[in-house]
């Protein structure tokens, strides 16, 4: 079935620096790119999301970036706090009714 | 005060036994979804309904059986259950627009752990 694939599966990054997750996917039809944080014991929370229409997205600290051509978007933290510091998930819409998830970034932000 | 009730929070069940999980949705969506989450498979998309209508299903077992009994409810029942079953299952809701696949919330899941 298709995949999207995200990298890296953990990450470490000081207070302060910037941390990058990458994502890729298979269907060229994909058209919403969702990213979600999730905490332990707690559900996903969607933080930000793209659609195709676009290529770049900024909201509070957290950017977005979709090249369509190469099937690639990152998710990009400024200015990481140990908040931050939790399981992260890109997906990748398949049809209009499913979500094609990656198997997840830990990202620790160490003070 | 959450929008998205599952019940219970933890279920635990003995193998071959039949269990339902209850899902209720009080964002007025349209869409309601089942997910799964294990260790071995991260997120893994189920099932979703639209106006109590399956629209896309992608769980090869017939064990797995979505109910809807309304337009903001979307039970799971599995029965005979595995050990492989263990996962938190979490319901999810939209509200589809136009083009597409639009925000999913996701409740706060059950747990549940097969022996």
């Known amino acids: 079935g298709e995949q999207v694939e995200q990298l890296p599966s953990i990450l470490r990054v000081q207070e302060g620096s910037s941390a990058s997750i990458n994502c890729t996917y298979e269907n060229s039809a994909s058209n919403y790119f969702p990213w979600y944080k999730q905490e332990p014991g707690e559900n996903p929370k969607l933080i930000i999301d793209?659609?195709?229409?676009?290529e770049r997205k900024q909201t509070q600290g957290l950017i977005v970036l979709l090249d369509k051509k190469a099937k690639r978007f990152s998710l990009h933290i400024t200015d990481t706090q140990p908040g931050d510091s939790a399981m992260y998930f890109c997906a990748a819409s398949s049809g209009s009714w499913q979500l094609i998830f990656g198997s997840g970034t830990q990202l620790t932000v160490m003070p | 005060d959450p929008k998205i009730i599952q019940k219970p929070k933890y279920l635990v069940a003995v193998t071959g036994s039949e269990k339902i999980l209850i899902c209720e949705q009080y964002l007025g969506h349209n869409a309601m979804y089942w997910y799964r989450q294990s260790a071995k498979k991260p997120l893994e998309f189920m099932f979703s309904?639209?106006?109590?209508?399956?629209?896309d299903n992608q769980t090869a077992s017939s064990r797995f059986q979505p109910q809807s009994s309304k337009k903001n409810h979307l039970d799971l029942q599995i029965t005979a259950l595995k050990p492989d079953d263990s996962a938190t299952y979490f319901c999810?809701?939209?509200?589809?627009?136009?083009?597409?696949?639009?925000?999913?919330?996701f409740g706060h899941g059950t747990k549940l752990s097969v022996l």
């Open positions: 999810a809701s939209s509200q589809p627009g136009t083009g597409g696949l639009e925000r999913l919330f």
């Open positions: 793209i659609r195709s229409n676009m």
């Open positions: 309904y639209s106006y109590q209508k399956l629209m």
